[in-house]
Every structure is written in C-alpha cells, then in structure tokens.
C-alpha cells in the first residue's frame, strides 16, 4: 500500500483523478486505520490530507462554514459553535476519549457514515449540506440527508473530496441540545442519540418550530418529521413532550446487536427525547 500526503487540495484532487476507487482519503485515521488493521478495506494508496491547513477552521458570514478537517476537539471548545449550536459540541464532546477527539476530523464522522455517528445528529437538526470537489467535475453541494445512503454508504464518487459543512443561521428565540445514551461516558459510540432544535414562539409559550433527528436507532441518522409536525403549535409541557416521545419511539426502527436490544432503544428515546426538548426550551428562555 502505497502513502502519499497532499499539503494542498489540488493536489489530492489530482491524487484522487489519477487513482479512483484504488485511493482512500486519510484523514485523522481514527476510523480508517481500524478498519485497514481489520482487512475491511484495502486501498492501494492512501491520500493523506491531514496537513491541508485551508480545510481546517470554523467561520460565520450568514451559515456557519465547518472545514473539513476540523477536528471534535475544535468544535466542542468553539466560542462561535456556543452561540447557537450547542448540540454539535455536545456530541462532539462525546465522541470516544480526548485523544480521539485531538485526531477525528468532521468530515470523517460524516464519511464513515456509522449510523450511530454523533455528529450527524446535530448537523441534520441545523439542515447541513455538505460540499464536494472534483478534479474533473469541480464543486457539488447536497444536504446532508442525501449524502447520507445507508450504512457506511454515501453518495460520494471517488475521485471527491469534502472540503465543508454548512449549517444554517439560528433563528431567534432557538435553542438545540443533544442527548446520548452509551453503555459508558467515554470510548463509546451511542447506543441511541438524539438532537433537537426548539424555536419558541414571541411570547415564549408554543413551540414555533421543532427539528428531531436520531442515531443509532436505524441503517441512517434521520430527521424524525411526523414527530417535528406534532410538536409544532403546541406547548412544551410534561403532556406534550410524552406523547412526542410515545410518537417518536413507535416510529423508529431499532435493531439488536451487541451493545443494546432494539426494545432497549426504543424505550430509552422517549426519555432522550424529553431531556433535549426541557433542556431546549430552559436555553430559548435564559437567551432572550
Ligand atoms: C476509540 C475510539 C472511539 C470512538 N468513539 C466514537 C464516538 O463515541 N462517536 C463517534 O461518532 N465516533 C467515534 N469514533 C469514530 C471516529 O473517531 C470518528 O468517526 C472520526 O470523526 C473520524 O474522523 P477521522 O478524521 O479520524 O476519519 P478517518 O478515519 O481518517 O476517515 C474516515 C472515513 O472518512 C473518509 N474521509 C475522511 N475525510 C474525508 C474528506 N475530507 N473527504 C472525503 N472522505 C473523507 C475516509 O476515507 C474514511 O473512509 C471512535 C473512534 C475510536 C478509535
């Protein structure tokens, strides 16, 4: 296996041209050296792009812009995610130990496509795109929800390369929150996760908007919208917020595997999905 490190992004796009299929992006290897230890995959050249500096850092003109690279431990110390985006440094903030947090870039969570990715989550609740660049094709972007396809599956060709993530500008009176259940606090992908953003209404009575996305309980992160469309017009007390979770988890299609049963899923995503939307709705109230 052949390893080549691209110090600037025309340069791996040529990489990416010349070699196809046959290449895979390194970036900070937190998932793929496993999988290349494991013999899951087998490329014959590894493009690594961890020293690209342009596709690294966070920037706001209107949407929030997200390089590439930047890494879970940049976002979750953020000042700029802390206005308004709270729920990605959350699950950013969670994704395995310290060290994994220094090297996993954003845009390998999103590559990976694990269907229990943190990150992804968050990023559907603030309607993210992705944006995509080719040698021969040049730039694409395409929400998130459609990038994503399937289990470890998304619509990149291979010759692409994701240079950044946009997330929409937060209304007012908005706030987002993401809660996860793992078997422990550290080191563990969720066993369900989920995000959510409340927008209340002026007098800060009735949910104006509601976003829901999950994880882990499904091949792909998704927003959950029968339960967004039931919570719009209503109050966010004690009543609503059990029957949006009654609704969200009938909804759902868990599995077992080794970490949780799919009836352990189910019942845990009520509950998740109550905290978030108490702990959205305390944010709207302590910001405006
Ligand atoms: C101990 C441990 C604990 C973990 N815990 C969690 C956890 O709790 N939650 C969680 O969500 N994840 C967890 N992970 C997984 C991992 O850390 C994240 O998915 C991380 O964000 C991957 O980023 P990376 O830069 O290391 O990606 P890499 O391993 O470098 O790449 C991952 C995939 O994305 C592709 N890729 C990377 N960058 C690009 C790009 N710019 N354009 C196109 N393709 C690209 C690669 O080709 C590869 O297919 C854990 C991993 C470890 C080792």
Known sequence: MEFLSARSVEEALQLLRAHGEAASILAGGSDLMIQLARGEVHPALLVHIEGIAELSGIA????????????????????RLACGYLALQESAASVGSRQTQE??????????ASPAADTLAPLLVHAATVTLVSDA?????????DFLRGRRTTARQGDELLTRIELERVPARTADAYCKVGRRSAMEVAIAGLAARLTLSDDGQYIAEARIATCAVGPV???ATSTEEFLKGRRPDERTLREAGALLAAGIAPIDDTRATARYRRSVMEGLLGRALRICTARVSITT
């Open 60 to 79: 706001q003109h209107g949407n929030l812009t997200i390089g590439a690279l930047t890494t879970h431990r940049q976002l979750a110390t953020s000042a």
């Open 103 to 112: 090297v996993g870039t954003l845009a390998g969570n999103i590559c990976n």
């Open 137 to 145: 094709r040049g730039e694409r972007t395409l929400p998130l929800q």
């Open 221 to 223: 992160p998704c927003r």
